[in-house]
Each structure stands twice: as C-alpha cells, then as structure tokens.
C-alpha cells in the first residue's frame, strides 16, 4: 500500500474536490490506478493488513513505550522525544537488550507509518495540512512576502517556517516541504511568454484555427516568410569533439556570399515549396504567389498567411490578388483569400519551426565554400523532406513535422521561431 500521506492527501484533494480525473493523476503522478482507487477509500494510508512482526524482546517495555508515546502526543509546546530516545531511555531506565529497528518497527506499526523520521511526526503533518486547507491559514502561500514584512519577491524555506511560527503552527522543514506539496504548490520559474499588442489579435488567431479546421480537400492553407538574409560563412554549432578538443570559427570572417530563402509551407501535405531571393519585397510575394497557382492550379482556393510585415499587406500585392480572383471566376483556377497573422506575432509562423530544422542540419556548423554550394544543400534538404512526406503523408496536426526543434502549430504561446537556431 502506498505509504506518503502529503501525496495521498495530495491525490484525494485533486479527485475529490478539484474532479481530476483519476487517469490524468496516474499519468502525472506514475502512481497505479488500482492504487489511486484504494487512496479514495481511506482519508489515510491504512494500517498493513499483514500480520504484525513479533519483538520478543520488547515485552515488558511496551507499557513503556505506549506511555511515552502518549505523553508525546499531549506534548502541545514542549519538545517531542524521537524514536531514538525513547530506544536509550529503554536501555538507560529499564535494562532493554533490544535494538534501535524493534522500537522503531512497534511505534510505526500502532502509531503510524512505518518509515517513522518521530514520534508524533506524522501527526504533526497531517494536522498542519488540515490546518493549511483552511482559507484564513494558506493565505501566505499566494501572497508575497512583503506583505508579511519579509524584504523579499520570493519565499524561502526559512521565511515559511517563520510565517508559519507566526500563524501559531511552527514546523521543521520536512513539515514544511510536505504541507506545501500536499496543497499542490510547486517551486516554479517565471517563463517569458512572447506576446502580441495587435488589438484583433485574438479574432485573427480564431480565423486561422477555423480554416484549418474546416480545411476542404480542394483547399490548401499556406504558411509564408523569408529566411535570412545570412551570410555564407563558416558558422558555429554543436558538433562530436575527441577529449581536449575545443572546436572554434572566427568572429571575423570575409562572406563568400548572402542568401535569403523565401518559402512556403502547404500544411496538408507537408511540402515545401522555396526559392531564393535578392531583397524582401512585394515583387517576392508576388512571385511566391504566382508559383503556387501554378503548381497548385487543380485546387479549388488557396489560403496564403503571413506575418504582419509591410511587403506582405502592400495595396500591388492585394490588387494582384483581386485580379487573380477575378480571372479564376471567369475562366476557372484557384481564389486566393489571405489569412494574416495578427501584428507582431511572427513568432507564430509555423513555417518558422521548418526553417529552425532546417538551420540546425545543414546550416549550423557548416562552412560551404560558396553561395551555389549552400543553395544544393539547401534545396537538398528540402527535395528530401517533401519527399519524405509525399511518402508518408500526414495531414496537419502537432506532431506531423517530425523533428523539427519547436512544435508546428498555431498556439498562443508557442514559439515557432527558435531563437538557437535562426
């Protein structure tokens, strides 16, 4: 049976009063089903239904022991006597010839867990986590420090157990770290969330979702951006290196040349379409838009999204869309309808996880002897990746990318656009 009260008390509470289900406490907790169950039943581990060991040589001294044990738990102020000292007051007071493990093993079975730290100790616990359940009483735990005259952001170990004496419940530090996990607090470090001040920005993130997930079978959703420009250089990265080995490049180096790659992803079937470019214009999207009417003329409407940069919302770039839409309701081929990202949120262009890949392989630790060389490796890799997919296709979910560095997909907080890797 499962012996950690804080935890057991932990699961109850998450159960019982918070409804988690019981299979997403197993799945974060590792602990078995059939034992989740049996913690629902029993406000406390129950005690072992096995037979109780024998100590032989405790015998006369269990009065003892009992009386001891009893006059520790009506000990409110004074110091509670551990297991140890009443085993030496036993040898000292009464002759006892047993050891340290029989004392220990008899308080654990008749007065709680067998992995006793104290007598009293567990006691102590499960009464300071009922006393924490109360509103009044954990208010210290969400609130800073200051507001307890600490100077302090964040709490210590040292300054809850004062807050705590101060509350009339002073606690050891293992006291302590239990009452705080069975309320379900954990150390956590604030993580900084990448962040967008476009005020449609939830309405253009809730229109992207709706077209992915009405996406018909004639209709293909393009994700859209530029890669670079970077120069063609030898470029650190990770790399094996043999013992006292120290791989360095220069900070300083002559560019053999400078490239930036435009390129879109087409999110149903996983290809990538790509070329390269001079400048980062309206004449490049122009001509990216262009490429993929040609290559995807059989499609009823072609969906193109794109962070919020000013080449990709210029007044030529919509009139060419107009003027596509125009002719394809007259003689047939793909509408084009865009689907901007809101502003400022280039960090939730999906294709940005494909380019973080694609650096990390071939781009990284790389030292291409010039600017022809670099495009075979880039056009290589991506010749590969459709290929791959064509074989195996996967229509657009979280995980069909495969292993690029950062999860594919429209989430408010993910971060498509690995800065270890751009």
Not at 345 to 369: K, P, T, W
Request: proline fraction near 5%; glycine fraction near 6%.
């Amino acid at each position: 049976m499962y012996r950690d009260i804080a935890q057991w008390t932990m699961v109850r509470r998450k159960v019982l009063e918070e409804g988690v289900s019981r299979r997403q406490i197993a799945r974060e907790t590792g602990i078995n089903r059939g034992t989740i169950r049996k913690m629902l039943l029993h406000t406390l581990p129950p005690p072992f239904s096995a037979r109780s060991p024998q100590y032989p040589k405790l015998g006369q001294h269990i009065e003892t022991i009992d009386r001891l044990v009893a006059a520790n738990r009506s000990a409110a102020t004074e110091p509670r006597s551990s297991v140890a000292a009443i085993s030496r007051a036993l040898k000292h007071d009464e002759g006892f010839a047993g050891s340290y493990s029989a004392v220990k093993g008899y308080v654990g079975k008749h007065f709680g867990p067998g992995r006793n730290p104290g007598v009293g100790v567990w006691d102590d616990i499960y009464e300071m986590i009922l006393l924490l359940k109360k509103p009044d009483a954990i208010r210290f735990l969400h609130e800073p420090p200051s507001d307890h005259g600490i100077n302090r952001t964040s709490w210590t170990m040292a300054h809850l157990r004062e807050v705590l004496a101060k509350e009339g419940a002073p606690a050891c530090a293992e006291v302590v770290r239990s009452i705080i996990k069975a309320a379900g607090y954990r150390w956590r470090k604030a993580r900084v969330v990448l962040t967008s001040n476009d005020p449609e920005y939830a309405e253009k993130l809730a229109r992207i979702r709706s077209i992915l997930s009405g996406l018909g079978a004639d209709e293909a959703f393009f994700s859209i951006d530029e890669f670079g420009p970077f120069a063609v250089k030898a470029k650190a990265g990770r790399v094996l290196a043999v013992p006292g080995e120290m791989p360095q490049v220069a900070q300083w180096q002559k560019s053999k040349g400078c490239l930036i790659l435009t390129a879109a992803l087409e999110l149903s079937g996983n290809q990538v379409t790509h070329f390269y470019s001079l400048k980062k214009n309206t004449t490049e999207m122009i001509r990216m838009m262009n490429l993929l009417l040609d290559r995807y003329r059989d499609q009823r409407k072609l969906y193109l999204s794109w962070d919020a940069a000013s080449w990709h919302v210029s007044k030529k770039l919509f009139e060419r869309i107009e003027e596509n839409n125009a002719a394809a309701i007259e003689t047939g081929g793909p509408l084009v309808e865009t689907a901007p990202l809101p502003a400022r949120a280039q960090f939730l262009n999906v294709i940005e996880s494909i380019f973080s890949g694609m650096a990390r392989a071939i781009i990284h630790n790389s030292d291409y002897g010039s600017v022809d060389e670099a495009k075979a490796a880039i056009d290589r890799y991506f010749e590969e990746r459709n290929r791959h997919f064509r074989e195996h296709p996967r229509r657009a979910g979280n995980r069909i990318w495969g292993k690029e560095r950062v999860p594919p997909e429209f989430a408010e907080g993910n971060n498509c656009k690995d800065p270890r890797y751009r």
